[in-house]
């Protein structure tokens, strides 16, 4: 019984061969005072799989903005695609995924950031004293709506449930067409 051999997504020996390859053109395009040529198919096509790829690992998984982390590793790599040296490195695949690793860091501090601030401001406009009805003092949502914000998002400022001042509202008494007519 003969076992499969696992394929992987990106054969780092074709993707070293096509980085010395870009190298050479760019070195080409130097000595002639010209821009750099463009980066070729297969190094885009290597990218995108090395960031997809990782963007399934589990500590990437469940972010919303994976779209986002993606793009900036792709965009990452291209930026530092002239700092690979062949002549130190024989594995690009590897230098790669770093990149696009850190870069994935990066994303999710922006967006943790973002989110600090959002909810720095739902709490400075007192939004959740709004959710909260006349009543509803121990409203479940409500205690779970403050919980989730406090724990997902690291923000220690959201105060306790209990911590929570409800404004009474006065009701308008509502009269249906019938009623006023008596």
Same mark, same amino acid.
């Given at each position: 019984m003969s076992r499969k051999k696992s394929e992987h997504y990106v054969d780092n020996k074709k993707f070293?061969?096509?980085?010395?390859?870009y190298k050479d053109r760019c070195n080409k395009a130097k000595k002639r005072n010209r821009k750099n040529p463009p980066v070729t198919n297969y190094i885009g096509e290597c990218f995108l799989k090395i960031a997809n790829h990782l963007s399934y690992r589990p /500590? *990437?998984? /469940?972010?919303? *903005?994976? &779209?986002?982390m993606i793009? &900036?590793?792709i965009e990452n790599c +291209? %930026?530092? +695609?002239?700092? *690979?040296?062949?002549?130190?490195?024989k594995n690009p695949f590897a230098y790669f995924t770093q990149i696009i690793y850190y870069a994935f860091i990066r994303r999710i501090q922006?967006?943790?950031? %973002?989110? /600090?601030?959002?909810?720095k401001l739902i709490e400075d406009s007192n939004l959740i004293d709004m959710t909260v009805q006349p009543g509803d003092e121990n409203n479940d949502?409500? /205690? %779970?709506?403050?919980? *989730?914000?406090?724990?997902?998002r690291a923000v220690d400022s959201i105060p306790k449930s209990n911590e929570i001042k409800v404004k009474k509202r006065k009701r308008k008494e509502y009269r249906t067409p019938l009623e006023e007519l008596l």
């Open positions: 070293l061969e096509a980085m010395i390859e /500590n *990437f998984i /469940n972010y919303t *903005f994976r &779209d986002e793009s &900036d590793g +291209l %930026q530092y +695609l002239s700092n *690979f040296n062949p002549k130190k490195s922006k967006e943790k950031k %973002q989110v /600090n601030i959002k909810v949502y409500t /205690n %779970q709506f403050v919980e *989730f914000l406090r724990k997902n």
